[in-house]
């Protein structure tokens, strides 16, 4: 099978639900659409969704922006992989030193240690080359006092360059002709739509059944893919086998 376009992909909508436009309305299809994306998004790491932003720390500033809503007309930073920090106030060149991820609570502990207010007193906070980090407020969205972001300790006494690491969930098909899983997953989305539609359609419950299986069989490929072969070569980890079950005598 190609790959689906959004509108390949609402036409076989309709024709596996054997229903037109006026059961399954544009609206709801694209809801269709967008919940199995985010089912697939969920359900399998997937390259597509890795994404990588630059920026400067700011002096006597202990927090991160991350990359929000829209930036790349997606839907904001999910979580983030991790946070490399540069020895260089001009440019991400020379190796990076990648930060310890921590608890907020770790970083706090970390800081009043340093400063000698562990018995509740208010001390100056400590500054010099950042070694942890940690998430707040879900980190999706590019002010840090609304939508969350990152705490870094110790807290930056330069405008070191730095580089944030996180995953996106990708542009909806319902907003572009064509998506990564789209082209190269059409299969367990097709399928993964029509459990929406046919839970929506209230049945026949044998049908939703029947594709639920087909898209975990799907899934299973995918996630071979995605986590097996895109996360290794031949050179370093060797050939991929898969052993196949001869047939009983």
Sequence with gaps: MAGFTYTT???????YTETDANVLTTTIVDQFIENAEFRIFYDVP?????????GSLAVDDNTINVPGLGTKGNTGTVFVRGVEVFNSTSATTGPGTWLIKKDQTYLSEYVNRLTGTEGGSTGQDVTGFPKYYAMFGGATGTSDTTSGGLYIAPTPDATYKHRVYYDMVPKSLTATATTYISQYFPHGLLYAC???????LKGPMDMLTLYEGKYKNELQKF?????GRRRRDDYTDGTVRIPIKSPSP
């Design 223 to 227: 996630a071979g893919v995605q986590i």
């Design 194 to 200: 029509l459990v929406e539609a046919f839970g929506y």
């Design 9 to 15: 992909l609402k036409a076989a909508i309709l024709n």
């Design 46 to 54: 997937s390259d597509n969704n890795r994404f990588v932003s630059e």
